[in-house]
């Protein structure tokens, strides 16, 4: 493998079919002098950890039409915020962009620090954000290392080390690669070429501008390409939703500010267990004394587990509960829309 001459096909490849992202100034758009916006970089890159680009595009266009600037969005109350949120999951990340971007106006005059040393200073920001916005928006030669970015390299250099330990040599392999010449662009192709050429299943090696190159390619299975570990199976986990209503409006909770879902408004719950309960155990947690009935189940999958929601319907009133309008729930992190959803189905 020549590097330069890989780093001159990929970059060739990247000015003619980089991808049309909402975020993103095109190499065309950065030849002509435009500079990506730090804010739109570090928006998107942060939403877009564990979440796809069509995914998560709707949300980054509703988050920068209401709040276009750092400033702006430091200044919103959390739960406006969080609501605005919901639907992404890892509510943990919404946090700490609130912090960061606070950090950001408060600390810094609204302006975003132009080296990754800076930017890891900022709450929030991890080593690859950090790299990322520094290479992106600031042109600085960082090494950019996400998982279309393992997989690129994994299969270039035919690692047979199953990640996750394979990561510190793959980022090290990734990193020979980095040159002061178009950072920015360098780290987009290779995001895109793993986004869309060299991808997990079905690698389209055919199309690939750096095929040449590819040492798992001359394997014959570049497919198999990263190892992994076999996953551990995820623990499941058992709870009692509480859909409590008067009238048109449902009773929700404010969850405590940290952990699982911290911040967010949520239907009341169960703790969450290794047991089911049993339908009076159920009752006997109830938010409020009312003709609780059970109305179904559903399930949910989170990162580290799963759950089972046994759901309780009733109508009636409470204490230290927010009424909320059934048409407003879309803001509820999806398990509890979910919950919501089929509990008052299953009832009406």
């Not at 430091?74 to 960061?100: K, S």
């Not at 690859?128 to 950019?144: E, K, L, M, Q, W």
């Not at 055919?206 to 040449?212: G, S, T, W």
């Not at 190159?213 to 058992?238: F, I, M, N, Q, S």
Request: hydrophobic share 45%; aromatic share 8%; with cysteine.
């Amino acid at each position: 493998m020549n590097p330069e001459v890989l780093r001159a096909r990929l970059l060739a490849w990247y000015d003619d079919q980089a991808r049309d992202l909402a975020w993103r100034v095109g190499p065309a758009g950065g030849r002509a002098g435009v500079r990506q916006d730090p804010y739109r970089v570090w928006l998107s890159e942060v939403m877009l950890q564990q979440t796809t680009v069509p995914h998560a595009t709707p949300y980054f266009l509703k988050f920068t039409a209401r709040w276009p600037t750092v400033t702006a969005l430091a200044a919103e109350q959390d739960g406006e915020v969080m609501a605005a949120w919901a639907g992404l999951g890892y509510y943990a990340r919404a946090r700490n962009l609130l912090a960061c971007a606070r950090a950001v106006a408060n600390d810094h005059g609204g302006v975003f620090p132009d080296t990754e040393a800076g930017l890891r200073g900022l709450p929030g920001l991890g080593p690859y954000t950090a790299a990322a916005v520094a290479a992106i928006a600031f042109d600085r030669p960082t090494n950019v290392v996400d998982g279309n970015v393992e997989r690129v390299i994994s299969r270039l250099f035919a690692v047979e080390a199953p990640l996750p330990d394979a990561k510190p040599e793959l980022k090290r392999l990734a990193e020979t690669l980095v040159r002061d010449e178009r950072p920015g662009d360098w780290a987009q192709a290779l995001m895109d070429l793993g986004a869309t050429i060299c991808k997990p299943k079905s690698p389209l090696c055919d199309r690939c501008p750096v095929a040449a190159d590819c040492a798992a390619l001359a394997t014959g299975a570049p497919e198999t390409y990263p190892r992994k570990t076999a996953k551990a199976v995820r623990p499941h986990r058992y709870g009692v939703a509480y859909v409590l209503t008067r009238g048109d409006q449902i009773a929700l909770v404010r969850r405590p500010p940290k952990g699982l879902l911290g911040g967010m408004l949520a239907l009341p719950t169960s703790d969450w267990r290794a047991d089911p309960f049993g339908d009076e155990e159920a009752r006997a947690s109830a938010p409020a004394h009312a003709a609780w009935r059970h109305v179904g189940e559903v399930e949910h999958g989170f990162t580290h587990f799963t759950l089972t929601l046994k759901l309780l319907r009733a109508e009636g009133a409470a204490e230290g509960v927010i009424w909320s309008p059934r048409r407003d729930l879309d803001g509820l992190p999806s398990v509890f829309l979910k919950a919501a959803r089929a509990a008052l189905n299953n009832l009406l």
